[in-house]
């Protein structure tokens, strides 16, 4: 499966920003999908995954209450909204997809997509 991040940008502290992440190429539904970020000089870090249905999802704890992953099987798309943008929230931020139903490590994801940049910043 290939997939295409959009809706990165440069957006102020406590503003909102609603990532996306269009799939082609498999049944999108048959995948978990997750959200990445990495910010310069640290590593790739967890931040939100989806079950197959759409019916659980999982967060980190530095962005819960923060941050909405959701999916839209029939289009495709995996969205993450973005509310109280702060500027540590900085990366570029992945999409990927995974075969395990539950896969909160990177290292159960076998899909990724080439990354969209978030700038929190005034």
């Known amino acids: 499966v290939q997939l295409v991040e959009s809706g990165g940008d440069l957006v102020q502290p406590g503003g909102s920003l609603r990532l996306s992440c269009a799939a082609f190429?498999?049944?999108?539904?048959?995948?978990?999908m997750g959200w990445f970020r990495q910010a310069p000089g640290k590593e790739r870090e967890f931040v939100a995954a989806?079950?197959?249905?759409?019916?659980?999802?999982y967060y980190a704890d530095s962005v819960t209450g923060r941050l909405t992953i959701s999916r839209d099987n029939a289009k495709n798309t995996v969205y993450l909204k973005m509310n109280s943008l702060k500027p540590e929230d900085t990366a570029v931020y992945y999409c990927?997809?995974?075969?395990?139903?539950?896969?909160?490590?990177?290292?159960?994801?076998?899909?990724w997509g080439q990354g969209t940049q978030v700038t929190v910043s005034s």
């Open positions: 990927a997809a995974s075969d395990i139903n539950y896969a909160r490590s990177l290292y159960e994801y076998d899909y």
């Open positions: 190429g498999r049944t999108f539904s048959r995948y978990a």
């Open positions: 989806i079950s197959w249905s759409g019916g659980n999802t």
